[in-house]
């Protein structure tokens, strides 16, 4: 039997129906659309009995049947679990008024009945956790964070095709050039967020679940697709079941270092076997049983890795990885534990000349741009003397009755000078310079004594280093960002590299070095706080971690 409504059948009609809009083949909702097959000038819908089946058919009053079968609406094209979301049937046909508009001009109100509200409340609701579970099958989803390449040299990915073949040849004679991406992504353990969720009040629950949010890590991984991974906060049981498979699979390397303490995560290091071979794995435990400061359970991670591609020397390059410390007022801490991350370096990264071999340090810091620990890894010394302990990180804008740094930070038990060396390192290289510096010493003892109580609060390495991001947008001043949850949003990821000239190190596509080294070619573009929440922070539905990923490319060049 028809809807009472039905009029002017032939080539114009309008169906109301007091019933829902969506109507199911034979199946639970899993996707909804809107309906594609309509008229050029109008919608209709269609009369849906209460037993539908896939086997139903075009009843005879339709209307002209070819233009109908021009339409882009056909039913094979769906499954028969889909969910089809209809148009209003109140939509204007040709000669014909709205029924709304019918309403008004009889004096009825325009407001719905009170089923038709229900219905329509229902409708859409089932309609928002249909879309809401497609979201990620759609190219052009919405709330999806949108990040661009910045690049500083015509060398960079995007301008490799426009690259002259002669032009390049000929370069290649003189120089070898090797091209490469590293990537630093704090991909947030499982453990740590549920046992800090107070951080994730924002987030839905099912978007928490570690189920949810592998995916979407190793699809951004895929998609970003770089030569070394720098991941931090890896779940151990995580690691060891899916996602060192998952990294093999896509062509990576990996190496693992868990935390000594209770907390099963650590820092990982995976390369592309295509493109890199393995010179060494130093794993760096900071604790230290001996040592009251080193009580904390954080480690570190440094590779030497080989690349593949034809050079004269034998050119490596250094990749190390760490999560420091979080806690903003023990920033001794988190000093000692970089000092014995530069001190591994140090050790693993000179090379026969006598000079350091390229290095790339990546990881969470937990301290901010500017703050005394970041400029002491750009600089390369940081006097500590009358420091507060809570200044350090720079994660608190105003420490008060805190305690001050003590001179020296960490024992000499330790083993680490105040230059970020290993100390046996560093005295048998004095002990090779020969006996003159012995009677030098000896003849000036209180003079020395004197100049190395002065420099007991200054620390040293021996790295020039330069931040790949610069922190601030140059346009707005506003702070780039690399992490936020519902407590804060800051910036405490970082990819410090050594570049190849180093006069304008920190300037972006510096001039090639005839001593070669590494050249940022490009990065991948942070965000403000204002983006990440249009989005509603970090995670969300696409996603899964509450930090972003790091990436730059650089070219290693050797002459």
């Known amino acids: 039997m ?31 659309m809107r309906w594609a097959g309509h008229y050029p000038r109008a919608s209709f819908p269609l009369p849906v009995p209460v037993d539908f089946s896939a086997n139903w058919r075009f009843p005879p009053f339709f209307g002209p049947w070819r233009q109908f079968q021009n339409s882009y609406w056909q039913l094979d094209n769906f499954a028969q679990s889909s969910c089809f979301h209809l148009p209003n049937p109140s939509m204007k046909s040709e000669g014909e008024e709205p029924l709304t508009k019918k309403r008004r001009l009889s004096g009825q109100h325009d407001t719905p009945a009170p089923e038709e509200e229900t219905n329509l409340a229902n409708q859409k609701e089932a309609s928002c956790l249909s879309v ?19 690049y500083f040299c015509q060398h960079s990915k995007t301008m490799k095709i426009f690259e002259n073949k002669e032009i390049d040849q000929s370069n290649r004679e003189s120089e070898a050039k090797f091209d490469f991406t590293v990537m630093s992504y704090n ?36 998609q970003l697709d770089a030569d070394v991974l720098c991941l931090q906060e890896v779940q151990e049981d995580h690691y060891r079941k899916e996602i060192k498979s998952s990294l093999e699979s896509l062509g990576y390397h990996c190496e693992y270092k868990m935390r000594t303490g209770r907390k099963p995560d650590g820092c990982a290091i995976c390369f592309k076997t295509s493109k890199f071979s393995l010179i060494s794995s130093n794993p760096v435990e900071f604790f230290r049983r001996d040592i009251p400061l080193l009580d904390r359970d954080n480690v570190g991670l440094v590779l030497l ?47 026969k000349d006598g000079t350091f071999c390229p290095i790339i340090i990546c990881g969470d810091f937990n ?18 003397e009358g420091l507060a302990i809570g200044k350090v990180s720079g994660q608190e804008q105003f420490p008060r009755g805190q305690r001050i740094l003590s001179i020296p930070i960490w024992p000499k038990k330790l083993g680490i000078s ?73 910036t405490v990821d970082y990819i410090f590299y050594s570049a190849a ?20 070619l490009g990065r991948l573009a942070l965000l403000t706080e204002k983006d990440l929440w249009t989005v509603n922070g970090l995670p969300n539905e696409n996603n899964s971690s509450d930090h972003l990923p790091l990436l730059a490319e650089f070219r290693l060049i050797e002459r």
């Open 187 to 222: 991909i947030l353990s499982q453990n740590l967020l549920e046992d800090n969720s107070h951080l994730y009040k924002h987030c839905r629950q099912r978007l928490l679940i570690w189920t949810y949010r592998f995916p979407n890590i190793l699809q951004e991984i895929k």
């Open 501 to 520: 000239n180093d006069d304008d190190a920190t300037q972006p596509g510096a001039v090639d070095s005839f001593r070669g080294g590494l050249k940022l």
């Open 418 to 490: 105040q230059n970020c060396v290993y100390e046996i390192k560093q005295q048998q290289k004095e002990e090779n310079a020969g006996e003159k510096m012995e009677e030098s010493k000896l003849n000036d003892t209180k003079e020395i004594v004197r100049t190395s109580e002065k420099l007991s609060s200054k620390l040293r390495h021996h790295f020039k280093l330069s931040s790949v991001y610069s922190h601030y947008f140059p346009e707005t001043g506003m702070p780039e960002v690399t992490t936020c949850h519902s407590r804060s949003a800051v």
């Open 2 to 32: 028809l809807p009472r409504h039905m009029q002017r059948l032939g080539r114009d009609w309008i169906a109301h129906l007091n019933s829902s809009q969506v109507f199911t083949l034979n199946g639970p909702v899993s996707t909804c």
């Open 305 to 351: 890795l080989q690349p593949k591609f034809q050079c004269k020397t034998n050119a490596a390059i250094c990749i190390a990885n760490t999560h420091l410390l979080y806690n903003p007022r023990r920033g001794d801490i988190k000093l000692t534990q970089l000092a014995m991350l530069l001190a591994e370096i140090a050790s693993v990264a000179p090379q």
């Open 132 to 150: 809401a579970q497609n979201k990620k099958s759609d190219s052009s989803k919405k709330g999806t964070i949108k990040r661009h390449w910045e």
């Open 367 to 384: 301290s901010v741009p500017g703050s005394p620990l970041y400029r002491f890894i750009k600089e390369g010394k940081l006097n500590y």
